[in-house]
Structures are given as C-alpha cells and as structure tokens.
C-alpha cells in the first residue's frame, strides 16, 4: 500500500464542463504522475510532478493540465471535458528507495456525457 | 522513443498448470527497467515482478518468475503452478533510468490470462 487516494472514484460530467481529480499521498513522495487507460492502449502518461510546483508534460497532456500546490496533493483538471476523455484515470508515485517502481492508486472512472 | 508490443491479446490456462505471457521492446537505452503489473476486474494496478536491466540473473517472486532476453529485447513472464486469482490483465512495462524519462513507464497492450478450473 503506498498509500495513495484518489477522488472521486467515479464521476459522470457533461461535454464541456471543467472536472478536477485529485490524487492525495500520505507518505511524502516525491515524484507523482497521472495516467489514462483507455482500451488498447493500456495506459498513457499524462502529466507529472517532480515536486511541489514542478510538473511536466507526457504522452498525452492536450486537454488537460495539473497542479501540485504541495507535497501530497496533485491535481488533474479537465478544463473543458470532451467524450474523448471519458477514461480510467490512475495516480501513481515512485521513490527512489522502492527501486523506481510505481505504484498506483485505485483508479477515478470518468464519464463525458 | 521506446515502445512495447505484447502480441498475445488473449491466453487461458488450466489450474495448477504453467503459463508464458510474451512480451517484447524496442529501445536504445543499454540501462532501464522492466516490469508487469496485474490488473484483476476491480483496475486495481498490482506490481508483480520488476527486472533490471544490467542484471544478468532472472527476476523472481514466488510463481512468478521472467526470461530476459537482453539481446533479444525480450522479456516473458512465466506463471507456474496457476491459480484462479491469477485472471487478470497483465502489462508489460519499460521505464527508462533517470534523466528526463524518469518515472515514465511505457506500456504494451496487456494480455488477458483466463485460467480454468
């Protein structure tokens, strides 16, 4: 368990209305990312967090930005939700001392209407 | 950029017996990591086995072990001894080693293991 807690879990939004996920750690890690898992693709890079108001891009950031005001929180906003976002949203964080392995949160399913 | 391919979308194995999921990369990268994840029906990511890629010897963790084929860019993971709490999606995942790829994994399709009793 590293730890990690997303909300909501599940959310129903209509086209074009802003949405926020946030991602909550409770062991002060470092870096911390959000990923999509869409079918066939398994899962995407969105964004991450290298610590506190440090954040890049990834594979798939269009549409989407982040915010990480302090340690253990990382915000995912959907600015103008689009059906093409309707996805399972993963949180996930690593540690150096975990062997650079990631773990993952238990999901946020989103759905665009 | 690195990239993943796992070329069987679907395998089904009987209980107790031993199963192979492929799965393949390409890189350029002479240092980085390896891994599966589990996914059962609940999404939930589970770590199962992670490789090095500067080490020689072959990952294990209970019945779950992998063949590393650096050369071959290959990495496979053997589940023995199958139970039914092994059905699940598995992932193939690369992650590069520090530098501006640090933390990003790359991941291939999954392939779903069905397991019969």
């Known amino acids: 368990d590293a730890g990690i807690t997303q909300s909501p879990r599940h959310k129903v939004t209509e086209t074009g209305t802003p949405v926020t996920l946030r991602c909550h750690q409770t062991?002060?890690?470092?870096?911390m990312y959000w990923y999509r898992q869409d079918p066939g693709h398994g899962l995407r890079l969105i964004h991450y967090?290298?610590?506190?108001?440090?954040?890049d891009k990834g594979e798939v950031s269009d549409g989407y930005s982040v915010s990480r005001s302090k340690t253990e929180d990382f915000l995912l906003t959907l600015e103008s939700a689009t059906s093409s976002q309707t996805s399972v949203y993963f949180c996930?964080?690593?540690?150096?001392?975990?062997?650079?392995?990631?773990?993952f949160g238990e999901g946020s399913w989103l759905t665009v209407v | 950029a690195q990239t993943v391919t796992q070329s069987q979308p679907e395998m089904s194995v009987q209980e107790a017996e031993t199963v192979t999921l492929s799965c393949t990369y390409d890189?350029?990268?002479?240092?980085?990591?390896l891994f599966w994840y589990k996914q059962p029906p609940s999404r939930q990511m589970i770590l199962v086995i992670r490789?090095?890629?500067?080490?020689?010897q072959n990952a294990t963790e209970n019945r779950f072990s992998v063949n590393f084929q650096k050369a071959a860019k290959s990495f496979s993971l053997k589940i023995s001894d199958s139970q039914l709490g092994d059905a699940a999606m598995y992932f193939c995942?690369?992650?590069?080693?520090?530098?501006?790829?640090?933390?990003?994994?790359?991941f291939g399709q999954g392939t779903i293991l069905t397991v019969h009793p």
């Open positions: 996930a964080i690593s540690e150096p001392w975990s062997g650079n392995t990631i773990y």
């Open positions: 062991e002060n890690h470092r870096y």
């Open positions: 967090s290298y610590g506190v108001k440090d954040t």
């Open positions: 890189t350029s990268e002479s240092d980085y990591y």
């Open positions: 490789q090095e890629a500067y080490k020689q």
């Open positions: 995942a690369y992650r590069s080693k520090g530098g501006t790829s640090y933390g990003k994994l790359t």
